[in-house]
């Protein structure tokens, strides 16, 4: 038997439901929390009007099919700006973007903000960039009274002053909040904001359907390939004074790393998560110079999700590359940039096989990778029984996310799920 539930409201005018962030960009991960939010929308919500405020409006549109306008004003908002022009133009932004933001949120009875790592700095991050896209968009639901969800967002300690106070006070402003694992929790608290009320389920991503496996296996008898996802990994936002350091220690670990297991004769997969990842591609290709290193041009985590299915073993950085292999059910070791990536892999089973990518010790992460294939079969059912939980916790995420936008108007129908064959 199935359970599915009744539409949650009627209503004379459409509800109307706005998506904001960096969505249409580039990074896989993003837009696949957008895809998950959109599926809930139009499965329970089918009646709503749903538009995007997001980086990538062109992609946004023509891939999801809904109307969706640029986030800041000035295009290249996130840039490195050094010319005069830039410069000024991206000051001109600033003041543009609080009306332009405003007006957008005005419209809407409902704005929701799918997942992401909004409340985080873990990567490189300026204060006057998305922070301060996201306190415009809180404040702005706040004056206007348009309820904005922050839906199973990231978010870590932030040291930078100006970058935490705005992070502290969008999340103070939000009418709703949950979080993907704890540790965002506890960091959003740390922060001074009251969570009492605030949930943690699985991220967003772990709705998505999961599409069968793609990649090419080998001949029959010989080992299955080994899917490697890697990242223009620089440390994070309070590393930059020794970024290049960090970014060289990571790509010759990975790259050393790689070759070894070629030259046991093993097929590697190159994952991205992000436009950006190619380089990294592009530079370990070259190093290793071997046919059995191969890259996947992947466009959607769909795509990752499928390639990660058909492995023996995955080895990833990005966040959103670990989630496709945990929700594949491939066995997985984590090359952990953040605490995110290491509550994410102790949620599903993995804990044990984490190892850190600012010191990447090809030795040792290939030691890791053979005692993670010995166990391969146990790990298998270990994320077969978890991903069943993750789907059954991100169906309470929804219901709770209905009952707290969507109040019912029509009270004569009954909210009981009904039972069909």
């Given at each position: 038997m199935r359970r599915t539930r009744q539409p949650a409201r009627t209503r004379q005018t459409p509800v109307r439901v706005g998506l904001f962030g960096l969505l249409g960009s580039g990074n896989l991960g993003n837009d696949g929390s957008l895809e998950a939010v959109l599926g809930y929308l139009r499965a329970e919500h089918p009646e709503a009007a749903v538009d995007a405020l997001c980086g990538g409006p062109e992609v946004v549109a023509a891939r999801y099919r809904i109307p969706a306008t640029r986030l800041n004003w000035y295009r290249g908002e996130y840039r490195t700006a050094s010319r005069a022009g830039a410069i000024a133009a991206k000051g001109l932004g600033k003041l543009v973007d609080p009306v332009r933001t405003a007006a957008w949120v005005r419209r809407h009875d409902v704005v929701i903000v799918p997942g992401m790592g909004v409340l985080e700095a873990t990567?490189?991050?300026?204060?006057?960039?998305?922070?301060?896209?996201?306190?415009?968009?809180?404040?702005?639901?706040?004056?206007?009274?348009?309820?904005?969800?922050?839906?199973?967002?990231?978010?870590?300690?932030?040291?930078?002053?100006?970058?935490?106070?705005?992070?502290?006070?969008?999340?103070?402003?939000?009418?709703?909040?949950?979080?993907?694992?704890?540790?965002?929790?506890?960091?959003?608290?740390?922060?001074?904001?009251?969570?009492?009320?605030d949930a943690v389920h699985p991220d967003l991503a772990f709705a998505l359907p999961t599409p069968p496996g793609t990649a090419s296996p080998g001949p029959p008898g010989s080992p299955g390939p080994v899917c490697v996802g890697v990242m223009d990994f620089h440390g994070g936002n309070d590393d930059r004074a020794r970024a290049e350091r960090i970014h060289r220690r990571y790509l010759d670990g990975t790259t050393r790393f790689v070759r070894a297991?070629?030259?046991?004769?093993?097929?590697?997969?190159?994952?991205?998560?992000?436009?950006?990842?190619?380089?990294?591609?592009?530079?370990?290709?070259?190093?290793?110079?071997?046919?059995?290193?191969?890259?996947?041009?992947?466009?959607?985590?769909?795509?990752?999700?499928?390639?990660?299915?058909?492995?023996?073993?995955?080895?990833?950085?990005?966040?959103?590359?670990?989630?496709?292999?945990?929700?594949?059910?491939?066995?997985t070791l984590a090359l952990s940039y953040a605490a995110k990536s290491d509550a994410l892999m102790e949620r599903m089973g993995l804990g044990a096989y984490c190892h850190p990518a600012r010191e990447v010790d090809p030795d040792r992460l290939l030691e890791q990778f053979r005692e993670l294939e010995k166990r391969s079969a146990e790990l298998r059912q270990t994320l077969e029984e978890r991903n069943r939980t993750a789907s059954r916790q991100l169906e309470q995420q929804f219901t709770a996310l209905t009952t707290a936008l969507f109040p019912r108007t029509d009270t004569s129908r009954a909210d009981t799920p009904r039972e069909t064959p």
């Open positions: 990567l490189p991050l300026r204060p006057w960039g998305f922070p301060y896209a996201l306190f415009l968009l809180c404040a702005s639901g706040r004056l206007f009274g348009t309820r904005v969800a922050l839906v199973g967002v990231g978010a870590a300690a932030i040291a930078d002053r100006p970058t935490r106070a705005l992070v502290r006070w969008s999340a103070r402003l939000a009418a709703y909040r949950s979080y993907r694992d704890a540790l965002s929790r506890d960091a959003v608290r740390a922060m001074g904001v009251d969570t009492a009320r297991l070629v030259e046991d004769g093993r097929p590697v997969r190159l994952l991205t998560g992000d436009g950006v990842d190619a380089r990294v591609v592009a530079a370990i290709l070259d190093a290793v110079d071997s046919p059995l290193a191969s890259a996947v041009e992947a466009t959607s985590l769909a795509d990752l999700t499928a390639e990660t299915a058909a492995a023996d073993t995955v080895v990833a950085t990005r966040y959103h590359n670990l989630v496709c292999a945990l929700k594949a059910g491939t066995p």
